[in-house]
């Protein structure tokens, strides 16, 4: 019995051992400081674990350079998972092969180089079968909007970027790239998987995707990227959320929530499309869902509900094409299957001829003109459900006269529609609730069969996973049966030690009596709060810094008078600063401003809401600088006079598409002598496919205002898609004109007054300067 009992002790140590063993064969490395990481990375050999040690790692440029194999991979990763912080001037390159980063937190800092993660140390030393796993990247942003970046840029092949979260790019450059320079990049069959991309604010111009496949001059080369399992919140960067690029690649069940874009086949040949979710509110018109440029796309199994964009962000947009097309323009669409697919709720469903420039031709050059329709291209056994009937299934910018419609069964509440002989088949559906967001139609007609194109029995399963083998069903779901995938459970998605859900705080309000505690409590205070200043007159002489999100009001009877120095702002709007403005009366000296962005390093947007509020005596009501941004500007209820300036954001003056605001919204407010600038938005570069800024400027008055505008225009609002005057009043403006419009885009007026202040003219097609 002893000998027994000597012998199991002696296995268990072996065991124990044994476990050790697997632990420690892979020779963890606790490293403290940079030089330490060099050395470790410089000895590294395949299994090492180099292990960083909890805490701050300022200013830190990670060369992660070795030969690791398949199943012994060289891994640096972070001591306990979201506990080590890259901050400052920091970034990460590798180059070699079989390499793992993971834990990492990249925050309150920016790179030092063109990308903050790059797959190659130079363009000779690329990585291969390396990967970024269980990392975040949060408002990594350069301190310039127009200083361009790639949090994550690929080279080489087989790299993946999985069980990330990344958020809050705003300056430019796409937040994730895969680039093909090189043959040592082409068939890269790189995976973009099981991320969770968190909200990219607007940008206010191109250049701000979330994720860009190839560029332009890449674009006939084959890549074979794979994006699938991702989660896309609220990603609004611009017009584009995935911009394909080349060929081959794959975009397979992700989720696109509340994203204001599309994915597009922008240039490349031979996307598939597959099993995707585009989420909207059915208000905001700006969640797209899927653009189509090029040739032979698959897009399959993809489920689109309550999306309200229309033209280049409808749920289905087919663009023209241009003629001989030049690489990075626009090439024709041909020899693409659209299939299998439910649209619930949505209000413009299929547009064809999105792009269609023909009407300007007069004023771009001939290979700017879209004309060259879609051709053999298939839409087949796809299921629309209206709550509310649509005049219009297709609509029709050109004809789609080069596209076979088959089998599509469409419940719109009874309302005719053009149906393509045949090919689109109304009838009478059912919504059965999967989930909040789910909602599938059922009840198809028995006697509609299903169209077999060329290559359908390759359409092989549903968005769900069901076999569609023998399977009669049409749109995105096989039968009627439906389990809940909980699309919209975050934990399945991004790095697992780290959530983007914020607690809501009840805003605290801080009361003023004196002036000189105003910039202390304004330091003091919490996003959200509020800064209530009592009744009275107080003397400011230092720009009060606004970076933070916070309310500044009074009861009304309280007045701010700067006394600040020339060119200086009362209130100083900084990055992340969001102030809004209530009751106040707000006085210059003439020289000094009211509100401002900084001159430089704007490395986050700004906010402005004034109301109920008078300003008098500033040189600029709002000056905004170059390089700053601000997703709404918005004056209503106010009134603005004896002013030298008033809302300037006209210093995007490159001509890329920028611009300094999305929204510039002025409302029920008054306007008296001032002399220029009165309302001055500029955007330059004729691009097609951004479709803002907005102007609104409505219920208000200006009188004698515009009496040192050199152009003589009260509004320049040069190249701003979207604008709106309606319902004003123009009284003694010494000017030729108080607007010119840009017909061919989205700018209108109605019902405004206008005594002897000139006139408000249209202009169908404005000469712009060409982007590219």
């Known amino acids: 019995m002893k000998k027994f009992l000597l012998v199991i002790g002696f296995l268990l140590m072996l065991l124990s051992c044994g476990k050790k063993t697997e632990i420690n064969t892979n020779s963890d490395q606790l490293i403290s400081n940079p030089k330490e990481l060099n050395e470790a990375i410089k000895n590294a050999q395949p299994g090492d674990h180099i292990v960083l040690k909890n805490g701050v790692w300022r200013d830190v440029e990670i060369k992660f350079t070795g030969q690791g194999t398949k199943d012994n991979p060289i891994i640096i990763k972070a001591e306990t998972e979201g506990k080590v912080y890259i901050e400052g001037v920091s970034n990460l390159a590798f180059g070699g092969e079989y390499l793992e980063v993971s834990g990492l937190h990249f925050r309150n800092g920016y790179s030092p180089t063109e990308n903050v993660i790059a797959f190659r140390l130079d363009k000779n030393t690329v990585a291969n079968h390396c990967k970024v796993t269980n990392c975040v990247i949060v408002d990594f942003n350069k301190l310039q909007r127009d200083d361009d970046d790639l949090w994550v840029q690929f080279y080489g092949r087989h790299n993946e970027l999985s069980h990330c979260y990344i958020a809050g790019k705003t300056n430019g450059g796409?937040?994730?790239?895969?680039?093909?320079?090189?043959?040592?990049?082409?068939?890269?069959?790189?995976?973009?998987?099981?991320?969770?991309?968190?909200?990219?604010?607007?940008?206010?111009?191109?250049?701000?995707?979330?994720?860009?496949?190839?560029?332009?001059?890449?674009?006939?080369?084959?890549?074979?990227?794979?994006?699938?399992?991702?989660?896309?919140?609220?990603?609004?960067?611009?017009?584009?959320?995935?911009?394909?690029?080349?060929?081959?690649?794959?975009?397979?069940?992700?989720?696109?929530?509340?994203?204001?874009?599309?994915?597009?086949?922008?240039?490349?040949?031979?996307?598939?499309?597959?099993?995707?979710y585009f989420i909207g509110d059915g208000e905001n018109e700006n969640y797209g869902g899927i653009r189509i440029i090029n040739t032979g796309h698959w897009v399959t199994n993809n489920y689109f509900f309550n999306l309200k964009g229309n033209s280049f962000r409808s749920p289905l947009a087919v663009m023209n094409g241009i003629p001989k097309s030049p690489i990075n323009r626009y090439n024709q669409v041909t020899d693409v299957v659209v299939a299998y697919n439910t649209f619930v709720n949505c209000s413009s469903p299929w547009q064809f001829g999105v792009g269609t420039n023909i009407?300007?031709?007069?004023?771009?050059?001939?290979?700017?003109?879209?004309?060259?329709?879609?051709?053999?291209?298939?839409?087949?056994?796809?299921?629309?459900?209206?709550?509310?009937?649509?005049?219009?299934?297709?609509?029709?910018?050109?004809?789609?006269?080069?596209?076979?419609?088959?089998?599509?069964?469409?419940?719109?509440?009874?309302?005719?529609?053009?149906?393509?002989?045949?090919?689109?088949?109304?009838?009478?559906?059912?919504?059965?609730?999967?989930?909040?967001?789910?909602?599938?139609?059922?009840?198809?007609?028995?006697?509609?069969?299903?169209?077999?194109?060329?290559?359908?029995?390759?359409?092989?399963?549903?968005?769900?996973?069901?076999?569609?083998?023998?399977?009669?069903?049409?749109?995105?779901?096989?039968?009627?049966?439906?389990?809940?995938?909980?699309?919209?459970?975050?934990?399945?998605?991004?790095?697992?030690?780290?959530?983007?859900?914020?607690?809501?705080?009840?805003?605290?309000?801080?009361?003023?009596?004196?002036?000189?505690?105003?910039?202390?409590?304004?330091?003091?205070?919490?996003?959200?709060?509020?800064?209530?200043?009592?009744?009275?007159?107080?003397?400011?002489?230092?720009?009060?810094?606004?970076?933070?999100?916070?309310?500044?009001?009074?009861?009304?009877?309280?007045?701010?008078?700067?006394?600040?120095?020339?060119?200086?702002?009362?209130?100083?709007?900084?990055?992340?600063?969001?102030?809004?403005?209530?009751?106040?009366?707000?006085?210059?000296?003439?020289?000094?401003?009211?509100?401002?962005?900084?001159?430089?390093?704007?490395?986050?947007?700004?906010?402005?809401?004034?109301?109920?509020?008078?300003?008098?005596?500033?040189?600029?009501?709002?000056?905004?600088?170059?390089?700053?941004?601000?997703?709404?500007?918005?004056?209503?209820?106010?009134?603005?006079?004896?002013?030298?300036?008033?809302?300037?954001l006209s210093e995007e003056t490159n001509d890329r598409g920028d611009y300094n605001t999305e929204y510039l919204t002025i409302n029920n407010c008054n306007f008296n002598n001032v002399k220029q600038n009165v309302v001055d938005y500029y955007r330059g570069g004729y691009d097609e496919s951004t479709i803002g800024g907005n102007l609104l400027i409505a219920n208000s008055t200006f009188t004698n205002c515009g009496a040192k505008e050199k152009n003589k225009r009260l509004f320049n609002h040069n190249g701003i898609v979207n604008v709106n005057i309606t319902n004003n009043t123009f009284k003694n403006n010494p000017v030729k004109f108080v607007s010119i419009l840009w017909g061919a885009k989205n700018n209108e007026e109605s019902e405004n007054i206008l005594i002897n202040s000139g006139e408000i003219k249209t202009e169908e097609n404005l000469v712009m300067t060409l982007m590219y």
């Open 359 to 648: 009407s300007q031709a007069d004023v771009l050059p001939k290979s700017e003109i879209r004309s060259a329709r879609a051709i053999r291209t298939t839409f087949a056994n796809n299921v629309i459900y209206n709550k509310k009937g649509l005049k219009h299934i297709v609509i029709e910018n050109d004809k789609a006269d080069g596209v076979l419609f088959k089998s599509n069964v469409v419940d719109n509440k009874g309302v005719p529609f053009k149906d393509f002989d045949g090919g689109i088949i109304p009838a009478s559906l059912e919504l059965k609730e999967v989930s909040e967001n789910i909602m599938i139609p059922v009840g198809v007609p028995t006697e509609v069969e299903i169209y077999n194109g060329f290559d359908f029995e390759t359409i092989k399963n549903d968005l769900f996973g069901n076999s569609r083998t023998n399977s009669k069903s049409l749109g995105a779901v096989v039968g009627v049966d439906f389990n809940n995938p909980h699309i919209l459970d975050k934990t399945k998605y991004g790095a697992s030690w780290y959530s983007n859900v914020i607690e809501t705080k009840d805003p605290v309000t801080h009361t003023i009596t004196k002036a000189e505690d105003l910039q202390p409590t304004i330091d003091a205070a919490h996003d959200g709060d509020i800064i209530a200043i009592a009744d009275g007159s107080y003397s400011i002489s230092q720009s009060l810094k606004i970076a933070k999100t916070l309310t500044i009001q009074s009861d009304g009877d309280t007045e701010l008078i700067f006394t600040g120095a020339s060119k200086t702002p009362l209130f100083s709007l900084q990055p992340r600063g969001k102030l809004t403005v209530k009751s106040l009366k707000l006085k210059g000296d003439g020289s000094n401003y009211a509100f401002a962005s900084l001159k430089k390093n704007m490395s986050n947007h700004f906010g402005l809401m004034v109301s109920n509020t008078e300003i008098n005596d500033f040189n600029y009501v709002l000056k905004v600088y170059k390089q700053s941004f601000s997703e709404r500007i918005t004056f209503e209820n106010t009134s603005i006079s004896n002013c030298e300036n008033g809302i300037e």
């Open 174 to 276: 796409p937040t994730v790239r895969v680039d093909l320079k090189g043959v040592q990049s082409i068939r890269n069959y790189h995976k973009i998987t099981n991320n969770h991309f968190g909200p990219r604010p607007r940008k206010g111009g191109a250049r701000g995707e979330t994720i860009q496949l190839g560029s332009s001059f890449t674009s006939m080369s084959p890549s074979n990227t794979t994006i699938a399992n991702n989660l896309f919140e609220e990603c609004n960067g611009e017009v584009e959320i995935i911009s394909s690029k080349t060929n081959n690649n794959i975009i397979k069940n992700n989720v696109f929530y509340k994203s204001e874009g599309s994915v597009v086949t922008r240039h490349g040949n031979y996307v598939t499309i597959d099993g995707n």
